[in-house]
């Protein structure tokens, strides 16, 4: 799961330069697209059966570019689910917890909180927006919107700050075609997750240079990471913090210190 972090102040401009991408994608397939499927872009599948690998690559480094070119950054996190849903069923995952995008979604929420506390410029202003998930919705505001008192060694809270201050009200859930930076999102989780299946040995690559060109790619990731140290610390660490550490996959949550 990836989260990008952008000045609210300048959305409209980054949602209007991803519209510009989207129309430049629909004239060189001839048909138009309002929202980038990243599974089907990358396997050339669908609208995109009639572009060529070597463009395909091409419009995600541009992709890449664009995300670096705006300043954006980025946070991001991962479960291994055969050792989730194995302890899931031990009774060693809080219950609060028990979905791995509830999992995730907490764990890129404590971290924002961790790595926003320390900035004055911030100011308690973060707003989250997810993209839709009915099933969770409900569930996952509620936890926010009432968090376990086990969440607050994560950002080391202090008596004098309510939990989660620096988050406004509860998250927002919203369509990524109406909502441009989800699709970004979602653009950036899956090379993510394909750096991270190859890497670990889960999975071939589909084609001889792949795992070269993910390098490339998630160099581009690395050098956007917010706050990596506070995602996946690897001193100090309290039992929530060790929680979502042990479940992530190695390739994963030691991302931002490999170069």
């Not at 541009?62 to 291994?80: A, C, K, Q």
Request: net charge positive; glycine share 6%.
């Amino acid at each position: 799961m990836v989260g990008v972090v952008v000045d609210a102040q300048r959305m409209h401009v980054t949602k209007d330069h991803w519209s510009e991408l989207l129309t430049k994608l629909s004239e060189l397939v001839g048909k138009p697209i309002d929202e980038i499927h990243t599974r089907d872009f990358y396997s050339g599948n669908g609208v995109w059966r009639g572009m060529k690998g070597p463009e395909r690559s091409k419009v995600i480094t541009e992709v890449f570019n664009w995300l670096t070119e705006r300043r954006h950054h980025i946070v991001y996190t991962g479960v291994d689910k055969v050792l989730y849903f194995k302890d899931l069923k031990d009774g060693k995952i809080p219950k609060e917890l028990n979905t791995p995008w509830r999992f995730m979604g907490m764990h890129l929420l404590l971290s924002v909180q961790k790595i926003h506390q320390t900035q004055d410029k911030n100011k308690g202003h973060t707003i989250f927006v997810f993209d839709n998930e009915e099933r969770e919705k409900m569930r996952f505001t509620d936890l926010v919107n009432n968090p376990p008192k086990w969440t607050d060694s994560y950002y080391n809270k202090d008596k004098n700050h309510a939990s989660l201050d620096q988050i406004v009200d509860v998250p927002y859930f919203a369509d990524s075609k109406e909502v441009t930076l989800l699709q970004v999102a979602d653009f950036i989780a899956y090379f993510l997750r394909r750096y991270a299946e190859i890497s670990s040995g889960y999975s071939e690559p589909k084609y001889p240079d792949e795992l070269a060109k993910l390098n490339t790619w998630i160099a581009t990731l690395r050098d956007r990471c917010l706050g990596g140290s506070m995602m996946f610390p690897l001193k100090s660490r309290h039992d929530c913090v060790k929680l979502f550490f042990n479940y992530a996959p190695v390739v994963v949550r030691e991302l931002h210190r490999t170069q």
